[in-house]
């Protein structure tokens, strides 16, 4: 199967709607087909599909063929214009949902520089809100909200931590003593 080495389109059988060329046997033209596609080396079955070449570097042919043939002296399109035309912000219909979609680009937000200036050290301002009762479990915590005043964040987490364990372990107590009876 015939893949091409720029964007990895591969031949479909009995679908001729996209061609695939091998590069070229003269090391002229060959350098630059891969100048041209930005490419630094070549097998001798590495092929670069019909996408890159434009509609001009064809024969013209009797309309009665769908085979493609480059001219001898066809260069690709550079790898750049073809990704500005992929990138433009014409519309496109979508194969899948077969909608118009469109490329827009959006302006940058400055408040996001705003955001990472913030201070990440200091949360005294952040109120800590605990359920009364685990979810899990359905008993009380042992971490009250006086816990978390002045309080680090890693500290935070260890007593949250510390508090899920002795839950789990006075589930698995109950559990057993169950089992028992």
Same mark, same amino acid.
């Given at each position: 199967? *015939?893949?091409?080495?720029?964007? =990895? =389109?591969?031949s479909i059988p009995g679908d001729n709607? *996209?061609?695939?060329?091998?590069?070229?046997?003269?090391?002229? @033209?060959?350098?630059k087909w891969m100048l041209a596609l930005g490419i630094s080396s070549v097998a001798t079955s590495t092929t670069v599909c019909s996408d890159h070449f434009d509609e001009n570097a064809y024969h013209k042919t009797d309309g009665y063929t769908t085979l493609k043939r480059l001219l001898h002296d066809a260069i690709p399109i550079s790898q750049s214009s073809v990704e500005c035309d992929k990138l433009s912000d014409c519309a496109q219909t979508s194969a899948y949902t077969g909608t118009s979609e469109s490329s827009v680009s959006m302006p940058a937000d400055d408040d996001l520089t705003k955001i990472a200036s913030i201070p990440t050290d200091d949360i005294s301002n952040i109120t800590a809100s605990i359920p009364t009762d685990s %979810?899990?479990?359905n008993e009380p915590t042992s971490v009250t909200n006086d816990d978390f005043e002045n309080e680090s964040h890693t500290r935070v987490s260890d007593k949250i931590a510390h508090s899920n364990k002795? @839950?789990? %372990?006075?589930?698995?107590?109950?559990?057993?003593?169950? *089992? =028992? *009876?």
């Amino acid at each position: 199967m *015939r893949t091409c080495v720029v964007c =990895k =389109k591969f031949s479909i059988p009995g679908d001729n709607s *996209r061609s695939f060329h091998k590069f070229p046997d003269d090391c002229v @033209l060959r350098d630059k087909w891969m100048l041209a596609l930005g490419i630094s080396s070549v097998a001798t079955s590495t092929t670069v599909c019909s996408d890159h070449f434009d509609e001009n570097a064809y024969h013209k042919t009797d309309g009665y063929t769908t085979l493609k043939r480059l001219l001898h002296d066809a260069i690709p399109i550079s790898q750049s214009s073809v990704e500005c035309d992929k990138l433009s912000d014409c519309a496109q219909t979508s194969a899948y949902t077969g909608t118009s979609e469109s490329s827009v680009s959006m302006p940058a937000d400055d408040d996001l520089t705003k955001i990472a200036s913030i201070p990440t050290d200091d949360i005294s301002n952040i109120t800590a809100s605990i359920p009364t009762d685990s %979810a899990v479990f359905n008993e009380p915590t042992s971490v009250t909200n006086d816990d978390f005043e002045n309080e680090s964040h890693t500290r935070v987490s260890d007593k949250i931590a510390h508090s899920n364990k002795s @839950l789990l %372990a006075a589930d698995v107590d109950d559990s057993y003593e169950n *089992r =028992k *009876r």
